[in-house]
T-cell receptor
Framework: DAGITQSPRHKVTETGTPVTLRCHQT?????MYWYRQDPGHGLRLIHY???????DKGEVSDGYSVSRSKTEDFLLTLESATSSQTSVYFC???????????????FGPGTRLTVL | DQQVKQNSPSLSVQEGRISILNCDYT??????FLWYKKYPAEGPTFLIS?????DKNEDGRFTVFLNKSAKHLSLHIVPSQPGDSAVYFC????????????FGQGTRLTINP
């Protein structure tokens, strides 16, 4: 258990409304990530953070923004939700050790978002 | 442009036999590879990883093999157990830097009694 929680776990919203998903970690990991999972695509990276206020884009960042004002929280915002953003969203943290061959990512339980 | 591919959407194996899941990649910059297991309504669970300095890594019933020249990796599970029934994802990244994982599409493994 990597101490990762996501909220909400389920959300239904309407097209055009803003939505914020929260990822919370308890172990002060530097790196945090947001992925989305869709059938036929596996998981795809949306944004990631490498420290407080330090974020960068991933593979599918259009329509999403992120913020990290505290080490433990990483927020994903859909400014104006669209039906194509219906997905399951996973947050991850990266366990870091002195050995770069041992720095796996651990995932939260996911948020299922439906945009009608 | 799929940089990581799992060409078998599903695999069915008898309990006690070996399960072999395959993954191919195209990006030569990838030097760190991971396998995750996912049950429905849960997040992916890390299984095993391998870096490009090795060609094999073993952890209990799980072994990952890496063939760099073929840009191919495989996960062997032996013996297969009913609890191994899940979706398996391979993922790849560069070992240095931000570790931006690129995932395959997943293979659904079913272990039959």
């Amino acid at each position: 258990d990597a101490g990762i929680t996501q909220s909400p776990r389920h959300k239904v919203t309407e097209t055009g409304t803003p939505v914020t998903l929260r990822c919370h970690q308890t172990e002060n990991h530097r790196y945090m990530y947001w992925y989305r999972q869709d059938p036929g695509h596996g998981l795809r990276l949306i944004h990631y953070s490498y420290g407080v206020k330090d974020t960068d884009k991933g593979e599918v960042s259009d329509g999403y923004s992120v913020s990290r004002s505290k080490t433990e929280d990483f927020l994903l915002t859909l400014e104006s939700a669209t039906s194509s953003q219906t997905s399951v969203y996973f947050c991850a943290i990266r366990a870091t050790s002195g050995d770069p061959h041992n720095n796996e990512q651990f995932f939260g339980p996911g948020t299922r978002l439906t945009v009608l | 442009d799929q940089q990581v591919k799992q060409n078998s959407p599903s695999l069915s194996v008898q309990e006690g036999r070996i399960s072999i899941l395959n993954c191919d990649y195209t990006n030569s910059m990838f030097d760190y590879f991971l396998w995750y297991k996912k049950y429905p309504a849960e997040g992916p669970t890390f299984l095993i990883s391998i870096s490009s300095i090795k060609d094999k890594n073993e952890d209990g019933r799980f072994t990952v093999f890496l063939n760099k020249s073929a840009k191919h990796l495989s996960l062997h599970i032996v013996p297969s157990q009913p609890g191994d029934s899940a979706v398996y994802f391979c993922a790849a990244s560069a070992i240095q830097g931000a570790q931006k994982l690129v995932f395959g599409q997943g293979t659904r493994l079913t272990i039959n009694p």
